[in-house]
């Protein structure tokens, strides 16, 4: 997509109610690039990153570059970050997965005090950065982290402000994703994590033929460790499909479970009457997350 016709997609989802607009970073524009631009076109809405790779930038780079976008945009972004895949690091960029973890936790105690304004002095294994950055305007914004498994939720809920996922459906969001990470956050005296997810949506009579649908779109995806263990966990694709008292039974079983952001993807054939009952539902949701509280699900 050109520049213009993403701005038109950001402003045509801010009209119809969406509170964020999320980038990801693969082999299209640089979505903190992009995010500082829109911020200058489209008014109000959140501007998030689902996720920024960070093993290819230093993290006091990525500081600075998103202190920099945020300042532009009027303090309206959401960073999230992940380490990628191995294949990705090894094949692609030349560069060691090892350690993920251990390499993430040291990533976050540069970058973390950094976007808050404050100075570094941290000298770890693999990262190491002095200094302090001075951005008029640019503190302020949430870090999450793209975690599925356990240690990274525990590590997320520790140092982060939460966690952004793709891929982990409603059994693993409310079953193991939300209480590890929200246990986390309460044991070491941080606030209540953001927990945004990522999730296809159809409201169909024919579950079976949505649930195909959804498994050939992430059949690339799943042949990624990580992401086939998580669908092995799942039993399958990160999907709401059904009737619309189901999705609303649904959405209400992530809100209890602290989900805070739902991203959803339609999969409804377009042209079909799922298409048109999936759209109907999505704007009865978003009008529900406008009367809501501000401990509803931001949608």
């Not at 380490?83 to 973890?101: C, M, N, T």
């Not at 209890?256 to 739902?262: E, I, Y």
Request: hydrophobic share 40%.
């Amino acid at each position: 997509m050109t520049f213009a016709e993403i701005a038109a997609n950001v402003e045509a989802n801010r009209a119809g109610g969406y509170s964020s607009v999320w980038f990801s970073d693969g082999i299209g524009m640089d979505p903190l690039t992009l995010i500082g631009a829109l911020g200058r076109s489209v008014p109000d809405i959140e501007l998030g990153t689902a996720v920024v790779r960070t093993l290819p930038r230093h993290p006091m780079t990525l500081a600075q570059q998103a202190l920099t976008a945020n300042a532009l945009i009027g303090g309206r972004l959401a960073l999230g970050i992940g380490p990628s895949h191995k294949p990705a690091v090894e094949s692609g960029w030349g560069l060691s997965f090892d350690k993920p973890i251990s390499r993430l936790r040291e990533y976050l105690a540069i970058l973390c005090p950094l976007v808050a304004g404050q100075a570094v002095d941290y000298h770890g294994e693999r990262h190491s950065a002095v200094g302090e950055l001075r951005i008029e305007g640019g503190p302020g914004f949430p870090v999450l982290v793209a975690a599925l498994g356990p240690q990274m939720l525990r590590l997320s809920g520790r140092l982060a402000d939460g966690t952004v996922t793709t891929m982990a459906g409603p059994r693993t969001l409310v079953g193991d994703i939300c209480p590890t990470i929200r246990e986390a956050a309460e044991r070491h005296g941080r606030p209540v994590p953001r927990v945004v997810s990522t999730l296809s949506v159809c409201v169909t009579d024919d579950v079976g033929a949505a649930r195909e649908r959804a498994e050939r779109g992430v059949r690339r995806m799943a042949s990624l460790p990580s992401y086939a263990a998580l669908l092995e966990r799942e039993g399958g694709p990160a999907l709401l499909a059904g009737g619309e008292d189901d999705l609303d039974e649904a959405v209400a079983a992530l809100d209890r479970a602290g989900v805070t952001d739902l991203l959803p993807i339609s999969i409804a054939q377009r042209g079909t009457d799922d298409a048109e009952r999936t759209a109907s539902w999505l704007r009865l949701l978003l009008a529900r997350g406008d009367r809501a509280d501000q401990r509803s699900p931001r949608r």
